[in-house]
């Protein structure tokens, strides 16, 4: 398929475009960041997020959502990574929304309609370390009775204290470092043994620390079967990846295009600093950085969309390149701005900060070129 969007998904861009720079522009993320809000974005945008439609992106026709797929949704994705908008869509609307996809019809619709209206949020309790290793999962969800009771620790789960449900992976055999074992559950927030602690991350995004003690679900909460969860996991992973390099490629788009407006209007030795080789140069690099990124985002997506067996080979490639791509836009961003770059003024570093944070989401840089290397068998 060639690596452009057509018509309908234009439509779609142009839309997301002009909702996130009128409704959701970067002034509206420091507007939630000094007003020290506990959720880190604003519930009034979700619901606008779903009266547009782009919470049901990824819910089927059948459940009352579009039915469209990744490719959209990283339409969407990439305008909020270029407008730094503060929302729970990639952990609820794609990642969250492709673990309920595997549920039974009860907790699909349980659950999807909240999202569908803007209503519900959801967390992802996987991580038990600083960084992102999903096959090291060693919380465990013992049988008890006809359910299950839950016993451990998840670490930096985004959203994970204004959510309403969460969608744990814990182990219900095997050991860690295997795949064989997980288990799935959809965890409500009033469950009793459940404790949050909230930590805000460098981008001003709200995470939490999460406690299991003892936490009792019933069996209905198995999303997927017992002991297969992985299948249930790599789904959400591979939707998830893809996701967060959608908007990381937005976030770097959005620190290139700022800074070559820079470049056009900042003037030294009475010429605009634009006009400096060196400079146009490295701008020149960059943006062939990005635009090699974008086309391994939208191959990942397609890969995904057909069901093809290369996609999860790509959405790694897609991860690693649209971290290294945006990395260099955030620092060449701010290194071309000068002394200026370095103040909470003006917005780069904001950029700068977007990126440190989404790069760890799911998996960074390092992470996923070892897994493309390690899938061609090196």
């Not at 439509?11 to 880190?40: I, T, W, Y």
């Not at 949050?196 to 460098?202: H, I």
């Not at 909460?221 to 939707?239: C, S």
């Not at 959405?315 to 990395?327: D, E, F, L, M, Y």
Request: charged fraction near 25%; charge should be negative.
């Amino acid at each position: 398929m060639p690596l452009y969007l057509n018509d309908d998904q234009a439509m779609l861009q142009d839309s997301a475009s002009e909702f996130m720079k009128n409704e959701a522009p970067v002034s509206h993320l420091r507007e939630f960041r000094d007003m020290n809000c506990k959720d880190g974005f604003g519930h009034a945008l979700w619901k606008q997020f779903a009266e547009m439609g782009f919470t049901g992106i990824l819910v089927s026709e059948e459940d009352g959502g579009l039915g469209l797929g990744n490719v959209e949704a990283g339409i969407v994705l990439e305008e909020i990574g270029r407008n730094l908008t503060p929302s729970p869509f990639l952990t609820t609307s794609v990642a969250g929304v492709e673990g309920l996809n595997a549920a039974g019809k009860d907790m699909r619709d349980r659950w999807l309609p909240g999202i569908l209206s803007g209503d519900t949020v959801l967390g992802l309790a996987i991580d038990e370390s600083t960084k992102h290793r999903p096959e090291n999962i060693a919380m465990k969800a013992e049988r008890s009775g006809n359910g299950f009771r839950l016993n451990g620790k998840k670490q930096f789960v985004i959203q994970g204290g204004s959510a309403d449900m969460m969608i744990v992976a814990a182990r219900t055999g095997g050991t860690a470092g295997e795949t064989d074992g997980l288990t799935v559950f959809a965890v409500e927030k009033d469950a009793a043994g459940l404790s949050a602690e909230s930590a805000r991350l460098v981008d001003s995004a709200m995470a939490a620390h999460v406690e299991f003690d003892n936490v009792e679900v019933t069996a209905d909460a198995v999303i997927g079967e017992v002991d297969q969860g992985w299948d249930v996991l790599t789904r959400m992973l591979r939707a998830g990846r893809v996701g967060s390099a959608a908007e990381t490629v937005g976030v770097g788009a959005g620190a290139m295009d700022m800074t070559i407006d820079y470049l056009k209007q900042r003037k030294q030795f009475d010429k605009v600093i634009g006009s400096f080789q060196a400079l146009q140069h490295r701008t020149a690099h960059l943006y062939s950085e990005m635009e090699v990124a974008r086309s391994a985002v939208i191959k990942a997506q397609q890969l995904l969309d057909e069901g093809n067996d290369g996609a999860e080979l790509m959405v790694s490639v897609a991860k690693a390149k649209a971290g290294r791509a945006t990395n260099l836009a955030v620092r060449e961003g701010v290194q071309m701005h000068g002394g200026i770059g370095m103040t909470d003024e003006y917005d780069i570093g904001l950029y700068m900060k977007r990126d440190r944070a989404l790069a760890e989401f799911m998996g960074d840089a390092n992470y996923h070129a070892n897994r493309v290397a390690e899938m061609n068998g090196y």
